[in-house]
């Protein structure tokens, strides 16, 4: 078991540790970018209220109800959907990164990959915008991941190359390579083009800071 990890039912043996549920919703497709790039598969991901990228799911209380209920009950409130989830569906406990050097919670994620087909998701995605409770609050929106990668580095690259909420993006590589939705030479490379990404990004926010910091010296 990697580092970090914990059966399921060391995870539920925990005292005094949170617990959080997210799935990954994903679906193969015969769709083309352009009429000439290969979509391939669908993966669902959401913008998060504080920016970040995530997973659907969220906070679930083991003392009260199953992971998977618990699970089930935040989906349904943020894709507007009632989506069965199972055992089966359930991939890895780990002990989540701490929010800052300071924090003392202990939180426990519990991963899940559900294969749906495409149609299915093309509901989940009319559903989240049209009635999910937590349309425009908590999730600003529903995001797939392109797995493609165009020239000049865009797509899957410039994706990977977001900030993630916790272990979110290390959870989507995971997947990619366990369930064969990208070649592992293809994810190295997209990998390596987003370094250079934040690289490019970290000049781009310096030089964003400059314009603020001057203008401030004018009011």
Same mark, same amino acid.
């Given at each position: ?169 290390? &959870? ?30 970290? &000049? ?16």
């Amino acid at each position: 078991m990697a580092s970090g990890q914990l059966s399921r039912a060391e995870a539920l043996a925990c005292s005094g540790c949170r617990h959080a549920c997210h799935v990954m919703l994903y679906a193969d497709t015969k769709a083309q970018l352009f009429g000439r790039i290969p979509i391939k598969h669908i993966i669902l991901m959401q913008m998060r209220f504080d920016g970040l990228l995530g997973f659907p799911g969220g906070l679930v209380n083991p003392s009260e109800e199953t992971l998977e209920s618990g699970l089930s009950r935040e989906l349904s409130e943020e894709l507007g959907l009632a989506l069965p989830i199972s055992v089966e569906d359930h991939v890895d406990s780990c002990y989540a990164p701490p929010s800052s050097p300071s924090s003392s919670s202990r939180l426990i994620t519990h991963f899940y990959v559900k294969k749906m087909d495409e149609e299915q998701i093309r509901e989940v995605e009319r559903a989240a915008a049209s009635t999910a409770a937590d349309h425009g609050l908590e999730v600003l929106g529903m995001v797939r991941v392109p797995l493609y990668t165009m020239k000049g580095g865009g797509g899957l690259a410039s994706f990977l190359s977001h900030s993630f909420i916790g272990n979110a993006r290390s &959870q989507l590589v995971h997947s990619m390579l366990r369930l064969n939705l990208v070649a592992p030479g293809e994810l190295h490379k997209a990998l390596t083009h987003s370094l250079k990404t934040h690289a490019h990004t970290k &000049q781009d926010l310096q030089a964003a800071l400059a314009l603020t910091q001057g203008l401030r010296k004018q009011f």
